[in-house]
């Protein structure tokens, strides 16, 4: 069976982690003789290639020193960064129709599956109406996230989740957003699992006891992942007790450095070995995502995957699709959003007990194992190719 992937980037070289689900879902997908070429947009003038044993074909969309709209960040991120690639935008897309089109007619596949639907719908769509293949959509929470944001995109998200067979999203709180914008569709929920770190890492395997307690927070950083909040608790914590590491980049770097105290160490963007050991030298793990202004939030989480693969607790805010994964006082704690007291709490609450901590981790990896892990989510796609070729 051949599937053809749709996404906004692609992994440029070993170090570079964009959609590390995505990438561990066609690597699995390989042992149930899927074979998956993924069509991407080009960065810089970068030609299709292979890469990771993957066939890559990139889309060329504009001057070279401007093919910059995805990649280095989301495309939202780059839009707000520099209002110049709004007048990219219409080039990416007419270019990446275009291409579509004629990757349709010259290649030969059974499945198309969009990642990010809006607005790569487009691009499946032209592969669907050249091919008469059956499309796949999955929503990961971005691209819902803007279709919502007005009446004329969600007009647009509609019409184009109407041109799909199936439509999968990645949290109880997804569908229910879709749900808002469409009504007559079937909508199943199909979470990502962990990008990095192994579920048979133990917490018996921490290293050494560590004279301060040491909390994580891995993501972008961004308005709605809600780092300030963690700063601002990390300010009511005893600094002597307590040191909070960011990993992670973003447009808010720089105010988030001026707010932060002495015992804030920002480590930047981290991957492979670097990522792991912060990862493996954490006592706790602070994901303080909130619903921004403009209604952005958490679409699941699957850094607080990766925390569970290293037997680190879990503190979520109640937001998005956190909930999914942190059941409150069962798998982790969940607080408030915007709430820097309930945050230094729970903090102060898991430090103080151990076995706390050890019987958390023990239900999440059990949560993890029976909804999370990738062999059931291999196995679910897997279902849903095999159902639409037949």
Not at 322 to 336: A, C, W, Y
Request: charged share 25%; with cysteine; aromatic share 12%.
């Amino acid at each position: 069976m051949k599937v053809v992937s749709i996404t906004t980037a692609f992994p440029r070289n070993e170090n570079d982690v964009l959609i590390p689900w995505i990438i561990k879902l066609i690597d699995l997908l390989q042992n149930k003789d899927v074979e998956t070429e993924v069509f991407t947009s080009s960065y810089c003038g970068r030609k299709s290639e292979i890469s990771r044993n993957i066939s890559v074909f990139r889309f060329r969309y504009f001057f070279k020193k401007w093919e910059k709209l995805s990649h280095d960040m989301s495309v939202p991120e780059k839009l707000k960064s520099n209002r110049l690639y709004f007048f990219v935008l219409p080039f990416f897309m007419i270019f990446g129709i275009i291409s579509a089109c004629f990757y349709a007619r010259k290649n030969d596949f059974e499945i198309i599956h969009v990642h990010f639907p809006f607005p790569l719908a487009l691009f499946g769509i032209a592969m669907k109406f050249f091919s008469k293949k059956p499309l796949v959509m999955t929503c990961h929470g971005s691209e819902v996230n803007m279709a919502k944001k007005k009446f004329l995109f969600r007009k647009i998200f509609k019409w184009m989740l109407d041109y799909a067979d199936c439509v999968t999203v990645n949290s109880t709180f997804m569908k229910n957003e879709v749900e808002k914008i469409i009504q007559d569709k079937n909508i199943e929920i199909i979470p990502m699992g962990a990008g990095i770190g192994d579920i048979s890492y133990k917490l018996a395997e921490k290293k050494e006891k560590k004279t301060k307690t040491n909390i994580l927070f891995v993501g972008r950083l961004i308005e709605w992942k809600g780092t300030k909040y963690l700063i601002e608790a990390t300010k009511l914590l005893d600094s002597e007790k307590f040191e909070l590491h960011i990993a992670g980049d973003g447009p808010e770097r720089e105010n988030l450095e001026k707010i932060a105290p002495k015992n804030v160490i920002f480590h930047g963007y981290q991957t492979g070995k670097n990522l792991e050991t912060l990862y493996q030298n954490a006592d706790i793990f602070v994901l303080p995502s909130i619903v921004d202004d403009a209604g952005y939030t958490e679409g699941l989480g699957t850094v607080l995957l990766e925390a569970t693969n290293f037997s680190v607790p879990m503190i979520g805010t109640n937001v998005g699709g956190i909930p999914d994964i942190i059941k409150d006082g069962k798998t982790g704690i969940l607080v408030p959003q915007k709430n820097p007291e309930a945050i230094s709490e729970a903090v102060e609450r898991l430090a103080k007990n151990p076995k706390l901590r050890e019987t958390f981790v023990e239900n999440a990896m059990k949560h993890l194992e029976e909804s999370f892990s990738w062999e059931i989510i291999t196995e679910k796609f897997f279902e849903i190719y095999s159902s639409l070729t037949k």
